[in-house]
């Protein structure tokens, strides 16, 4: 990984961190008592009311800036996630349909292999054969197959 990589992946999480935290209960007691101890200094004479207000101002403008920034990044990057999710939706919904295409032909040549053995077996030893129950099988599976598939093209 080059360097510009590792340098945007820490900027990144820097910007997640910020806006994770400035939605928190911390956040909102930080900047609580950073305007009363701001407001409090021209009070204790340490510091003129008007200095005070500029560098106050100076300070939640900056803030302000780099958290417009830090928000806008973590909403590209949402974006971009939502958008690679939507293409692995789109795979899965296309492979569902070419599993559903594959066990409808699979269940075509079961009734057709079905209609054959009928037609070529005496009818009292098809009435008694294995291979009528093992089809009679295949096709419950296969229709249970199908049920599934049906419920996973629904689900998406």
Do not use: C
């Amino acid at each position: 990984m080059t360097l510009k990589e590792q340098n945007k992946i820490r900027l990144e999480r820097i910007a997640n961190i910020a806006t994770q935290w400035i939605g928190s209960t911390s956040s909102l007691v930080f900047h609580t008592l950073l305007f009363i101890v701001a407001f409090l200094l021209p009070v204790l004479h340490i510091m003129e009311f008007d200095k005070m207000l500029l560098v106050l101002t100076t300070i939640v403008s900056l803030e302000a800036i780099y958290l417009a920034i830090f928000i806008q990044m973590s909403v590209n990057k949402n974006s971009q996630d939502i958008e690679e999710i939507q293409e692995d939706i789109e795979e899965i919904q296309e492979d569902v349909e070419e599993i559903q295409e594959n066990v409808e032909e699979l269940q075509e040549n079961v009734d057709t292999e079905a209609t054959l053995l009928t037609k070529e077996t005496p009818p009292v030893i098809a009435a008694m054969s294995p291979t009528d129950e093992k089809l009679q099988h295949i096709q419950l599976l296969l229709q249970q197959l199908q049920q599934e598939v049906a419920a996973l093209k629904e689900a998406h």
